[in-house]
């Protein structure tokens, strides 16, 4: 069986690691640090430029938890549309209520909005308090695929759980795997719970090329250096999940 593998990228360079790297689709987004925001339609149209891979972006209007306002829900909406306009295969969000659970109404306005885009939902599913009744939600909306880590802390972790989705979800929506898979976890996450397709950051410390810094001054929690794209992780993801029983 062949498994699918979507890096999350969050940038030209990420972007391009991707692709060396042999994925198979990637997610876009930028500040990956805070779990991911929206990127701007320049780096929207850049990677369509560079890259033919299928291509999943990332709605999510700030860090923090998933219960929007009005206006932050506007912003999504104007977002999702910017994204059909510009050729993008899938956008990826989640919207919940104060409960805890899937906020229907919002999800559904905004999943008929990014038609004939994929609609992902993304890890906002596990923090819900009840991931059968979650996922029976997401189905009767038409989702096509959530991400999850069956509510573990990696997806390593919620192998049993992702294992129950899969079966409960019989084809009628994917179940995409993601947290803190690497080269020395995926075959045992994909083996162990039936998922077909995982969702991997395979990051690396990038250092700057800067000779003169300045210490005395933060420029934020990774100061001159940041994370990107590691296109031999994905190799070797690939080699680990594609080796023969």
């Not at 069986?1 to 790297?21: H, T």
């Not at 906020?103 to 923090?127: E, W």
Request: glycine fraction near 10%; aromatic fraction near 4%.
């Amino acid at each position: 069986m062949s498994i699918l593998i979507e890096a999350c990228v969050d940038g030209i360079r990420s972007a391009k690691a991707a692709v060396a790297g042999g994925a198979d689709r990637m997610e876009l987004c930028v500040d990956r640090a805070s779990g991911g925001l929206t990127p701007s339609s320049g780096l929207i149209e850049s990677v369509r430029e560079i890259s033919t891979l299928p291509l999943a972006v990332l709605i999510r209007p700030r860090p923090g938890d998933f219960l929007y306002d009005d206006s932050e829900f506007s912003v999504m909406r104007r977002n999702v549309s910017r994204c059909r306009e510009l050729g993008a295969e899938a956008v990826v969000f989640g919207i919940v209520l104060p409960d805890g659970t899937t906020d229907q109404r919002r999800v559904a306005a905004l999943a008929a909005l990014a038609r004939p885009m994929d609609v992902v939902f993304h890890r906002a599913f596990d923090l819900t308090p009840d991931v059968d009744a979650a996922l029976d939600t997401l189905i009767e909306l038409g989702i096509d695929r959530v991400l999850t880590s069956g509510q573990g802390r990696t997806a390593y972790d919620g192998i049993p759980v992702l294992k129950r989705l899969v079966e409960r979800a019989v084809g009628r929506i994917g179940v995409l795997a993601g947290g803190g898979i690497k080269p020395a976890n995926a075959r045992a996450i994909v083996t162990g719970s039936g998922v077909t397709e995982i969702h991997m950051s395979a990051a690396k410390n990038a250092s700057s090329g800067m000779e003169f810094q300045r210490t005395d001054i933060v420029l934020g929690p990774t100061g001159y250096g940041w994370s990107e794209t590691d296109a031999e992780l994905i190799r070797r993801t690939r080699e680990a999940v594609s080796l023969q029983p």
